[in-house]
């Protein structure tokens, strides 16, 4: 197995790898926060298969419960921790610690709420990437936030699940260079 | 452009990159954390712009508008998550999670809150470092935490303000060395 | 001093130490989590020292008092954040930004709290390894969790402290490969 063999260093091949696969997670949750199903896809190999709370199944069986799910919501945010991939040739086993906050409009519906999550992946290099293979999200808490959301009362940045969100404003900028 | 041409492995160069990226957003928190505002001053060209929850304006406006409004609280804390950066030459697009915490003396007060940011980045490689051209904090959601926080109960390291953080205390003794 | 010097680009030795320090910390977080006290033990050289909330000693001494302790929980999850290492030859100041959740079976217990917590760790490079000479754990804020906590309502993976929890059963399978 060669991956990464085009670096002279084999300590820069694995840190390569390290970032790839940090990659993948890292496109998992922005997917899923801008409610944007090719880049969720992107993270799992075509056969990919996921483990949910409330969800077993393909990576398509999984996008077609999610996106309606995400769009029930007003926004969600996973944000990640805790990052180690153990590698063996061209397989991974790879934690991912994340806190993953769920909200509405209503501040006091119950679908507001947090919780821990630990996505416990098997990932897999093919066809020069890494991606999921099988996963476990793994829930380790949850927290109901009805009644615990404010407005914050002033103006100022606001998230979009489309192309005016800062962030695509901003990978749009930097293609124009 | 020729950032980092001095690795022989473009990977080498693309990871020293992204470090000292990283090292541009975890050097503000420290910086708003500790209120250090030398520290936050230095995560932005000065000709940087910040946009913020109730705020908009250059990086001085910026320190002259945070810098009372953290000394009216007891501490912050503003937790890094999820890491993206997209580079193009001395270009960058940088996305960080970040969750906020924000505590007072009493508990039950309203200005007790925690919030959820995506620090959106337009940096720029100049002079040798890289730092913000210009920030969207885009606040994602905000939990009241009045009545939620409560003492520790138990004597343990705490948090200060000053050069005896335990942080700080240990620079020290390694600048000993 | 020649930590690393076996890499021909002295960015390339900083980024393994860097990634080598970021273990040590990740090992703890995931040996209290999964109450596993040989990986607790294996971030700290054989002499550290712990500063707790509620507790000062030896790593022997912390693992006496912190197991039965984490044991009297249904489980913990410390999740990192900000992670940053000033690395001086074999000396390292380490900070780590983390948010630690701790619950029980009954979801009214006060026992449910989570706290923000900085590690600043002293490490040193000895012997083939870093790891914890000394270490503060900063407790910057403290939330009951009493009342807050509810159960997923579905199933779903769920979290284990023995072999049986989803990393353990992918740690097993890479060994098979």
Redesign the interface.
Known sequence: MTVGAD???P??AD??Q??AIY?VV?RY??GIDRVDMDLVRSAYHPDGID?????EGSIDEFVAWVEPALRGLA?T????????A?I??C???V?T???A?H?VESTEDPRN?T??V?Y???MQYRQGRWAIVER??????????AG?????G??????RRDGD???YR??S??EM?
Do not use: K
């Not at 945010?77 to 180690?84: A, C, E, K, Q, S």
């Open positions: 670096h002279g260093d300590a820069v840190i390569v390290r970032h990659d890292a949750c922005r483990h949910h709370t409330g969800f926004g945010m996973h944000t990640m921790g805790n990052h180690v153990e063996r040739d397989h991974a086993a934690e610690y994340a806190t906050v909200w709420f919780s821990g630990r416990v992946d098997w476990w999200a793994v829930r380790e808490w949850t927290r109901s936030e615990q959301f404010v407005n914050p002033v103006a100022g940045p606001r998230p969100d800062p962030l901003l990978q900028r930097l260079r």
